[in-house]
């Protein structure tokens, strides 16, 4: 360092002691500039520490035992006021029971005990030394292990070793052990409880520079890193000062061995208990914590805030989805309100050409009666005039507006009463024939485009057809699911071989037959029945016995079984069950008017009606 006249600071360096070291040259004669070094063991370390103590590691507080004898009488300290001497602790003590003095206390550094330098620990050693060292006292000392001079020795040599003083300070009886209690009540009291005991565990840690427990003004980032370095606590303590087995007192190595494991259980031991109550500290400060709760409600009102509005968002979808379900509903009622309009405007202009065609035919019928009046009904007389005018009333009954308009324009278009009657009796001839096909096919008549008179004779409701569709409406009656699909079924399964190339019928078409059917006279009605019970009658009479197709029998409804009949044969069939020694010799007993052959006769009519009913049904069944 280069050396000016004058005054000149060289060195400024703050030792271990907290005092600072200044080299100070006087006023220098000479203007030369000069470069002086500064060597030797204390310089070194003097360096050594103050580095130390910049980065954080005050490595010289844990000097081993060749470091401490190779420079404890270098050090230059000459502060002694921190060694406290307490001469009548020390002999009150045991040399025997070293492990319970405090060592700190022996060596008057129980003020600053785990923040003593290493200096300090061999200035403090020096100093004892020199005051009750058995050579410097008046008194003689006989054995110098009995005296209370080989507690100051223990002392040095556990608090002057690393590893040693590791182990003390991991147990150190001033060290406060327990856990503060939760108080949630007080923040001043909870910052500076478990400040301070945060601060005196930190001493443990494995890491350097431990968060501090902060106050109230702390950011939440801070307290949370607080407590994630806690719970993640890494402790350097361990409890080998308190082993109570000396395994080097061991006679064998098995014994040793033994002591060593003994050792190691109760260290784990002790361990476990730390975590425990390491763990419990930081719990009980988490509660106490008014940070954490603060949070906690800070937290809860922003997820209420995003419940409320989440809420809101679904009542507001909820709404618009009421408001476009109504403007549905809105739109669906004018829609139909609008068909209804035009249902109710269709039925209106039906009803006018409805009304228009009957004044037509009316004004056809008076028109036709009118050309027959005036040609005085072709000089009938008697009989013969009220046949004419009966013949006049069924044409007038039977043709549309249309077909009497033609027959009235021939009529007037006549020349003479021969040439009118010879119109007439065309007409009149045309409509009874037209009346008699109706008859015998058994449909009705109706009226179609305006024009009466045209029939509507349906090729594929052969006799057959209509004696299958009385008998299945027996079978199936009314309230029978799916009825008359059921019934057009039975009809297309059991129709005659002779009708295969006819198109099968629907249930429509069905519903449509009985309608006309039960619309038709009774004579009709009367002749269906009579014809197939006629063609019943003829194949008896060709085979000599019942046919084997149940659709070729009489149906029910022609059949001579009464009622009461028919609830007799039940009967008697249950009274004589399947198994009965001549069965159906006692049954025909029980039906006075029936014999053997006719009840067995009936009885397999019956069975065949029954089979045929469950495969209509089951063919609907498959089908839907």
């Given at each position: 360092m280069e050396i000016f006249p004058g005054v000149t600071r060289l060195l400024a360096i703050t030792a271990g002691n907290g005092r600072e070291v200044t080299?100070?040259?006087?006023?220098?004669?000479g203007s030369r500039p000069w470069c002086v070094e500064a060597a030797g063991a204390a310089y070194q370390e003097l360096l050594r520490r103050h580095y130390s103590l910049l980065n954080g590691n005050d490595d010289s507080d844990n000097l081993d035992d060749d470091d401490t004898s190779s420079s404890s009488d270098e050090v230059d300290d000459d502060d002694e006021s921190y060694v406290i001497f307490n001469d009548d602790y020390l002999m009150k003590l045991d040399p025997v029971d070293w492990k319970d003095q405090d060592h700190y206390r022996v060596l008057g550094l129980h003020n600053l005990r785990h923040s003593a330098t290493s200096?300090?620990?061999?200035?403090?050693?020096?100093?004892?030394?020199?005051?009750h060292h058995p050579d410097k006292r008046d008194e003689d000392v006989n054995e110098f292990d009995d005296d209370y001079f080989s507690c100051i020795t223990r002392a040095f040599e556990i608090l002057g070793s690393k590893s040693k003083r590791h182990a003390y300070d991991s147990v150190d009886p001033a060290f406060d052990d327990s856990v503060p209690d939760?108080?949630?009540d007080d923040p001043e009291k909870f910052y500076?409880?478990?400040?301070?005991?945060?601060?005196?565990?930190?001493?443990?840690?494995?890491?350097?520079?431990?968060?501090?427990?902060?106050?109230?003004?702390?950011?939440?980032?801070?307290?949370?890193?607080?407590?994630?370095?806690w719970y993640n606590f890494t402790s350097w303590r361990e409890f080998s000062y308190l082993d109570e087995e000396d395994k080097e007192k061991g006679s064998d190595r098995d014994e040793r061995r033994w002591m060593d494991k003994q050792n190691k259980a109760e260290r784990l031991r002790r361990k476990k208990e730390e975590s425990a109550r390491l763990r419990q500290l930081v719990d009980n400060a988490r509660v106490s914590d008014p940070r954490l709760r603060r949070y906690k409600e800070e937290d809860q009102r922003v997820k209420d805030d995003a419940?409320?509005?989440?809420?809101?968002?679904?009542?507001?979808?909820?709404?618009?989805?009421?408001?476009?379900?109504l403007a549905e509903e809105e739109a669906l009622r004018q829609r139909r309100e609008e068909a209804e309009r035009l249902a109710e405007e269709k039925a209106a202009n039906e009803r006018r050409e409805r009304g228009a065609e009957r004044q037509q035919l009316r004004k056809q019928r008076k028109r036709f009666r009118e050309r027959l009046q005036g040609w005085d009904y072709f000089g009938a007389e008697g009989n013969e005039r009220v046949e004419t005018m009966r013949k006049m009333e069924l044409v007038c009954e039977r043709l549309g507006a249309v077909r009497l308009g033609e027959a009235s324009e021939g009529l007037e278009s006549a020349t003479g009463v021969g040439a009118a009657s010879a119109v007439f009796a065309e007409v009149a001839r045309g409509v009874t024939e037209e009346v008699e096909r109706d008859r015998v096919a058994g449909l009705d008549v109706g009226r179609g485009d305006g024009k009466r008179g045209e029939s509507r004779v349906d090729k594929r409701w052969s006799e057959s057809h209509i004696q299958l569709l009385i008998k299945a409406v027996?079978?199936?009656?009314?309230?029978?699911?799916?009825?008359?699909?059921?019934v057009a079924n039975y009809i297309n399964d059991h129709a005659p071989p002779d009708t295969a190339d006819t198109p099968r019928l629907s249930a429509k078409q069905c519903i449509s037959k009985a309608k006309q059917l039960q619309q038709s006279s009774a004579e009709l009605r009367e002749e269906a029945n009579q014809k197939a019970f006629q063609k019943y009658e003829d194949k008896l009479d060709s085979s000599g016995s019942a046919p084997s197709d149940p659709t070729a029998r009489v149906p029910d409804a022609v059949s001579?079984?009464?009622?009461?009949e028919q609830k007799l044969l039940e009967q008697a069939m249950r009274t004589y069950p399947q198994g009965v020694d001549r069965r159906w010799d006692k049954i025909a007993e029980c039906l006075p008017r029936r014999t053997k052959k006719e009840v067995m006769r009936r009885y397999k009519d019956l069975v065949e009606m029954v089979k045929s009913k469950k495969q209509a049904a089951q063919s609907v069944a498959s089908k839907s």
């Open positions: 080299t100070v040259f006087r006023e220098w004669a200096s300090q620990i061999r200035k403090a050693h020096r100093l004892h030394v020199l005051r939760i108080c949630k500076r409880v478990y400040g301070e005991t945060f601060l005196n565990n930190a001493r443990f840690s494995s890491k350097r520079n431990p968060p501090p427990l902060g106050d109230d003004r702390s950011t939440r980032e801070q307290v949370e890193q607080f407590y994630d370095f419940k409320r509005a989440k809420k809101e968002a679904a009542k507001l979808r909820e709404e618009g989805l009421r408001k476009q379900r027996n079978l199936f009656p009314a309230g029978y699911q799916q009825r008359w699909e059921v001579y079984w009464t009622v009461e």
